[in-house]
């Protein structure tokens, strides 16, 4: 029972790391109805810059840790939203009024971009952080084995509910959030009725690559290493939770972050930890031939 | 979503305005800000592992000026030349130089072929040559069969490097475990690969486009994963070594008594080996190559390209688009399958390693390249990426940065890829390329 807590708590965190990079996901999805493919890699890319940034503020000797995790959040977004932006501008805004999979396939390229990039800049090698914010509580202990709640699971899972707040107050009450539900109903109409597209879709791209460089930061505090790798395999599992929870649905990519998070966890802690991937990659094939539209999806009415 | 119709080519040409000097200076400044802020702490600061393990940083300001140096350069010349508007390269080509570079076309694959069929006479001592054609001709291969699945069927598939994987373990595992030779294998390492097709392509048919390329991305992924841990029967990440060299139909390529060189008399080379391993893997590729030209001409490949350019269509049409799109991944499936198991005699050797996405993504970007749906295209693309790689070898790291930039290069500019022209399979009195602004691929 006890171990099952402590599974539990592992898995709610890393679950939340993953709602942060399914938004991404369902935001762009929901709006122009493109796989953002280089979306993970725009996450890996928010962690190298939080990495770096760390590092660089110890260097010119910004010590004090809250000080520079705050300092490291802001440029990590801020920077990652302008990668964000740039993709959108270089590699799809062209292609918005191509055929189907041509978008696809240039995110593609642009993910096969973007990990070589930093590879050639930063080297292949895992870069490992030294524990930044260490202790905890324990929460239940019995015989030997202890329950754990770390002061990162707590700082990972309070940051993701603070952003979730705020961004549904985005969508659901500034300007800009109305216009982001107006292209997500129509495009065409929406810029009919005067909504900037251009606009909205780059902004879209932006609040996504912010989302997924604070993850960036959750997945260095949590693991302390990041590599240029790590973006393709956490790309591809935020997806499955986007596409679990409901793809175009902001709760749902939460949901399905969070079940996916949960699944991979306790796959391991019970079952091989060596097929959690494949465990994940199964949940993605399962729920796509018998849920398509995932837990809190709307059905998509084909039209001719 | 519905999507209208790509803009004809010479909208283009009206929105070109260049800009005047000041608007263009203004607009390179701000890219240039925009690439200070993207490059500065990943190219400007350079992390290392210092002497007690703990990562350093140390700056790198000539690299990340002279990347800023470029983007304002860069962004000025366009700025000056095209404004704010579209870069216009040639969107298509004229229509009216359309069928003296398709009458060009026809020569083009007679001439390589005749190339490839004399690459071992004349390169009969260079073993290098022979090795990167032997190189260039799987993945022409390869290329040719996904071309099956993504270019006539308009499945995109990012797995197909399960496929060759298959093909490739049923190989090394059949004739390590039970002795079987090449010859039995080849065969049955493609049908076990359509089989691998029909059991993926079953349960996925009814997902949309782009669904389908996660699906078989993450099916690709499973298979590499399972053959990783499946340390009992594929060796884990060591993988299978001394897998059985092919022979020549039954003659091994060994020096002395019933060797090869021994039984047409000639003296032993280890040559010998690779000729023939080369005109082995061209065979393949024409094999896969006659066979797609002839099912385009069948029902089945007419449906195949009916499924590309409109599902809907094509099901109101009352083709069953299941046995479609099966058909379609059986197909690529089993050249992939027969790909695999060359390589796996080539190789001798066979791991996990060999069978990464970006194998998948290499095959995939080669048909992209190459104009999806086209055959010589897709040859050309294999060509000019595998030797372009071979010349510049000294950049070995950048070479997937290259690729990845020419496939988001490609789908701005030519969407349709180089060869972009289609061949119409029936036509009334006359045979016309369709220009490649007039097909729009459909939303399937």
């Known amino acids: 029972m006890e171990y099952f807590f402590q599974q539990l708590i592992n898995g709610v965190t890393l679950g939340s790391i993953y709602g942060l990079i399914?938004?991404?996901?369902?935001?762009?999805?929901?709006?122009?109805?493109?796989?953002?493919?280089?979306?993970?890699?725009?996450?890996?890319?928010?962690?190298?810059?939080?990495?770096?940034?760390?590092?660089?503020?110890?260097?010119?000797?910004?010590?004090?840790?809250?000080?520079?995790?705050?300092?490291?959040l802001l440029l990590a977004m801020g920077l990652t939203a302008l990668y964000g932006w740039t993709v959108e501008r270089f590699a799809y805004r062209p292609l918005r009024h191509s055929y189907r999979l041509a978008p696809l396939i240039s995110a593609i390229g642009m993910s096969i971009i973007l990990q070589n990039y930093v590879q050639i800049a930063q080297g292949a090698r895992v870069k490992p952080l030294p524990p930044l914010v260490e202790g905890g509580y324990t929460l239940l202990s019995k015989d030997d084995f202890v329950v754990q709640l770390s002061n990162v699971q707590i700082i990972v899972v309070v940051t993701t509910l603070i952003l979730l707040a705020g961004f549904s107050w985005l969508v659901a009450r500034t300007r800009l959030g109305r216009d982001m539900r107006a292209c997500e109903q129509d495009l065409k109409m929406a810029s009919l009725l005067?909504?900037?597209?251009?606009?909205?879709?780059?902004?879209?791209?932006?609040?996504?690559?912010?989302?997924?460089?604070?993850?960036?930061?959750?997945?260095?505090?949590?693991?302390?290493?990041?590599?240029?790798?790590?973006?393709?395999?956490?790309?591809?599992?935020?997806?499955?939770?986007?596409?679990?929870g409901g793809i175009g649905s902001l709760p749902g990519a939460v949901l399905g972050g969070l079940l996916i998070g949960l699944i991979e966890t306790f796959w391991s802690a019970y079952f091989s930890i060596e097929y959690k991937d494949v465990a994940a990659f199964s949940v993605l094939i399962v729920v796509l031939i018998f849920l398509p539209t995932g837990i809190l999806g709307r059905p998509e009415v084909e039209k001719v | 979503m519905r999507r209208g119709k790509t803009p004809v080519p010479n909208a283009a040409a009206s929105r070109t305005r260049t800009l005047p000097l000041a608007a263009a200076l203004r607009e390179a400044t701000l890219a240039a800000l925009v690439a200070f802020g993207l490059f500065f702490f990943l190219i400007g600061l350079h992390t290392d592992q210092g002497p007690t393990g703990a990562l350093m940083v140390t700056?790198?300001?000539?690299?990340?000026?002279?990347?800023?140096?470029?983007?304002?350069?860069g962004a000025f010349i366009r700025a000056l030349l095209f404004g704010r508007g579209p870069i216009g390269l040639g969107r298509a080509l004229p229509i009216w130089l359309a069928p003296a570079v398709a009458k060009a076309g026809r020569y083009v694959g007679p001439a390589l072929l005749g190339f490839a069929l004399l690459v071992p006479v004349l390169f009969y001592h260079n073993r290098y040559v022979l090795d990167l054609g032997i190189l260039v001709l799987t993945y022409v291969m390869l290329g040719w069969g996904l071309n099956i699945v993504v270019g006539l069927a308009g499945l995109l598939d990012l797995g197909y490097v399960a496929f060759y994987a298959v093909g490739a373990y049923s190989y090394a595992l059949l004739s390590t475990h039970f002795g079987l030779s090449f010859?039995?294998?080849?065969?049955?390492?493609?049908?076990?690969?359509?089989?691998?097709?029909?059991?993926?392509?079953?349960?996925?048919?009814?997902?949309?486009g782009d669904y389908l390329a996660i699906v078989t991305l993450a099916f690709g992924e499973i298979i590499r994963l399972v053959l990783l841990n499946w340390q009992d029967l594929t060796g884990g990440p060591n993988g299978i070594t001394s897998i059985p060299r092919p022979s020549f139909f039954g003659l091994p390529f060994v020096d002395g008594e019933g060797g090869f060189a021994a039984a047409f008399g000639l003296e032993f080379s280890p040559t010998h080996r690779v000729v023939f391993l080369f005109y082995l893997i061209l065979a393949l590729a024409l094999i896969t190559n006659w066979v797609t030209i002839r099912m385009r001409r069948l029902p089945i490949g007419r449906a195949w390209e009916a499924m590309r350019e409109d599902e809907i269509a094509c099901r109101?049409?009352?083709?069953?688009?299941?046995?479609?799109?099966?058909?379609?991944?059986?197909?690529?499936a089993m050249f992939g399958g027969i790909a695999g198991s060359f390589f796996a005699t080539r190789q001798g050797f066979i791991s996990p390693e060999s069978f990464v996405f970006g194998e998948s993504a290499l095959i995939l970007a080669i048909v992209v390249l190459g104009g999806m749906g086209s055959q010589i295209g897709v040859a050309v693309a294999a060509l000019v990426m595998l030797g372009g790689f071979e010349l510049f070898r000294e950049l070995d790291q950048y070479r997937m940065l290259v690729f990845g930039g020419a496939m988001v290069a490609i789908m701005i500019w030519r969407p349709r890829?180089?060869?972009a022209s289609r061949e119409p399979s029936l036509y009334l009195a006359e045979r016309r390329a369709v220009p490649q602004a007039l097909v729009e691929q459909g939303r399937g």
């Open chain 1, 22 to 72: 399914a938004i991404g996901y369902t935001m762009v999805y929901g709006i122009i109805g493109m796989i953002n493919f280089a979306h993970g890699d725009i996450f890996m890319v928010g962690g190298f810059i939080a990495l770096i940034a760390f590092l660089a503020l110890v260097a010119i000797g910004v010590t004090a840790v809250p000080l520079a995790l705050f300092l490291v």
């Open chain 1, 194 to 244: 005067g909504v900037d597209i251009d606009r909205t879709i780059s902004l879209t791209f932006v609040i996504g690559a912010a989302l997924a460089s604070v993850a960036g930061i959750m997945y260095l505090l949590y693991y302390g290493v990041v590599d240029f790798y790590i973006g393709f395999v956490a790309g591809v599992k935020a997806f499955t939770a986007a596409v679990l």
């Open chain 2, 59 to 73: 700056t790198r300001f000539d690299s990340l000026a002279l990347m800023v140096g470029v983007v304002f350069v």
């Open chain 2, 183 to 208: 010859w039995i294998c080849l065969p049955l390492a493609g049908i076990l690969a359509a089989f691998w097709g029909v059991l993926l392509g079953f349960p996925v048919l009814r997902l949309r």
């Open chain 2, 316 to 332: 109101s049409l009352g083709i069953n688009t299941t046995n479609t799109k099966l058909t379609a991944f059986a197909m690529g």
């Open chain 2, 417 to 419: 890829g180089l060869v």
